[in-house]
């Protein structure tokens, strides 16, 4: 009896927070987004204004995701701003890189310092377009960074999490650089890159663990902690440690589950191809899945962690592109794991779709 009232107090919580997440954060979400458009439509440079407004066009559902953060702890969206601008570089830059032609391994690390300028409220904004073809964006990407700062400044335990959200930063500018270059290069790199780490992360393969770097989401989870007084070093690590590389893993390969034919069409690496077949790419995201609940599970808070990633099989499982690559035995088993939570969000999450607001 206690158990049960337990599971529906959780449930009710659990329900609460979706709640609060699709009424209150999704349109904060969008209004920053339409400021931010805003601003990259009057770029000088015509290439760095399409890639912009393209970015957030197509890649919206990336803050919208990322901004469930905002709600950690019991706060009220008081992050938004930070995740909406942090993401909107990642997304930005990610295109700049795919998108406009370049393949200069060097010109995408001098971008990328604008990614890790952003968690840096200390320094200087560089100049980060210095080896890139296109320079002139209105101080669009300069405004993007010192947005992330002017929020970071105001956290009272950012200095806790600085180091190890840098520590992230710095490896997912290494993995945007090495993707992104000669295609002869990319695999060969990305290899080498992944010697130098193995040693720490002996369960995975060199893709997964390239997928793993690719997330935002330790960073966000180290902030919306740095957010609460008193957080000590210890605490700060144990985020960093629940989330990479299992939470962070989880999130991208979903995310390229879903893109493998897209990538396909545009010659773009995506890292579930590199799976023996359908079943070994089941067999490994369902590891990922419950290595990912086990860890959201020792965080603290747990209930809300473990509800972001009971969320992200729902969040990318119910987009169409699903159905349209035959992936339906893969989400159904995703989503059993997850069980009666996952469908409950699953469902919410095609609604969503079927109104726009995904």
């Known amino acids: 009896m206690i158990e049960t009232l337990m599971a529906r107090s959780e449930r009710g919580r659990r329900l609460a927070l979706v709640t609060r997440f699709v009424t209150r954060v999704f349109p904060q979400v969008e209004r920053e987004l339409g400021r931010w458009r805003e601003r990259i439509a009057g770029a000088g440079d015509r290439e760095l204004a399409a890639q912009g407004v393209a970015s957030i066009e197509k890649k919206r559902f990336h803050c919208q995701g990322g901004s469930v953060y905002a709600l950690a702890g019991g706060a009220d969206g008081e992050l938004v701003p930070f995740i909406v601008a942090f993401q909107t570089i990642s997304d930005y ?24 300028d952003a968690l840096n409220p200390d320094l200087e904004p560089g100049d980060y377009y210095r080896l890139f073809s296109y320079r002139d964006d209105g101080g669009y990407l300069a405004a ?27 490896l997912y500018s290494d993995l945007q650089t090495l ?8 695999e060969t790199l990305l290899k080498n890159w992944f010697a130098a780490h193995s040693g720490d992360f002996p369960e995975l393969d060199w893709w997964e663990f390239a997928a793993a770097t690719g997330s935002t989401l330790g960073i966000f989870a180290l902030c919306a ?26 999130h991208i390969l979903l995310d390229y589950l ?33 290595r990912a609940l086990e860890a959201a599970a020792a965080l603290p808070d747990p209930l809300f962690h473990t ?47 079927a109104l726009g607001r995904i």
């Open 225 to 250: 902690a740095a957010g609460r007084p008193g957080l000590t070093a210890a605490e700060a690590r144990a985020v960093t440690a629940g989330y990479f590389p299992w939470i962070c893993g989880l």
């Open 307 to 353: 509800t972001v990633v009971l969320g992200l099989p729902a969040f990318y499982l119910s987009d169409p592109k699903v159905r349209a690559q035959g992936l339906e035995e893969t989400a159904e088993l995703l989503l059993s794991i997850g069980g009666r939570e996952t469908l409950s969000m699953y469902r919410l999450c095609r609604i969503l779709r």
């Open 93 to 116: 830059l990610d295109n700049l890189c795919d998108r406009t032609g370049c393949l200069e391994a060097d010109a995408f690390r001098q971008l990328h310092t604008a990614f890790t």
């Open 144 to 170: 993007l960074v010192q947005e992330c700062r002017s929020v970071l400044r105001s956290l009272p335990s950012y200095g806790v999490v600085k180091r190890d959200a840098l520590r992230l930063a710095a």
């Open 179 to 186: 993707k992104h270059t000669y295609l002869p290069l990319r």
């Open 258 to 290: 879903i893109d493998q034919e897209e990538d396909r069409k545009g010659g773009d690496l995506n890292f579930v191809s590199y799976y023996a077949g359908p079943a070994a790419c089941r067999e490994r995201l369902s590891l990922f899945l419950k």
